[in-house]
């Protein structure tokens, strides 16, 4: 712990000597353009990934970077960035390589998690012809961690709290990148969202009274 104190000492100092108001600014306020939703992965850092600093961008990890439309927290900061926030733009970011990923594309249990990597597995079901006809392994799961990326922004159009926002009139963009931790490069998936408008009969929401 000593370690991080230490470390936490010199990024204030270095903060101090580029701005003496660093601090005294972020205190007065968050105005974040993004929300990114990532894995928790340790390996995949939002703001540096991406370039970004302390109040540039709001943050939700969780294992896979899924969108559960029955995660409270997930939805928490989801309503929160876009109704509060009004953040402009919404990344769900997932990255080759996920040990959630590929806990879900096999059948040993982990315990607790197994309720977890459910969804992943819907994810499979959902697109088994293409995951199945992949061969190579490592492939397979490469596709496997796209697909997922794509279906958790879909979710996230399907949530009250998105469609409620695509009927305002800056409604936040949605996107799917991928993270390539072997370049350090991000991929846009570019998620076509023809694809889901098209069940709108089915998920979208009349305007609230």
């Known amino acids: ?11 204030v100092a270095d903060k101090l000597a580029e701005d003496p108001d660093y601090f005294k600014k ?3 306020g968050q105005e974040p353009r993004y929300l990114f939703i990532g894995c928790a992965d ?3 850092p939002a703001g540096e990934i991406t370039g970004h600093g302390p109040g540039e961008m709001f943050v939700h990890r969780n294992i896979a970077n899924m969108v559960v439309h029955t995660d409270i927290n997930m939805l928490s ?5 876009v109704e ?3 953040v402009r733009d919404i990344i769900v970011c997932g990255h080759y390589g996920c040990g959630g990923v590929a806990a879900a594309a096999g059948n040993k249990q982990f315990g607790l998690i197994d309720n977890w990597l ?3 597995k ?5 697109h088994d012809n293409e995951i199945s006809s992949i061969d190579d392994e490592q492939q397979r799961l490469r596709r496997l961690v796209e697909l997922n990326v794509v279906e958790q922004v879909r979710n996230l159009y399907k949530t009250s709290i998105i469609q409620n926002a695509m009927q305002t009139d800056n409604p936040p963009r949605l996107h799917g990148l991928v993270y390539d931790i072997s370049e350090g490069l991000l991929h846009d998936l570019k998620v076509d969202m023809d694809t889901i408008q098209r069940y ?3 998920y979208k929401l009349a305007v609230a009274e």
């Open 1 to 11: 712990m000593e370690k991080i104190f230490e470390n936490n000492r010199k990024w």
């Open 26 to 28: 972020m205190a007065m």
């Open 42 to 44: 340790s390996r995949v």
């Open 77 to 81: 900061v989801l309503q929160y960035a």
């Open 84 to 86: 509060v926030l009004k």
């Open 118 to 120: 459910r969804n992943i």
């Open 122 to 126: 819907d994810v499979i079901r959902l």
């Open 200 to 202: 709108d009969s089915i």
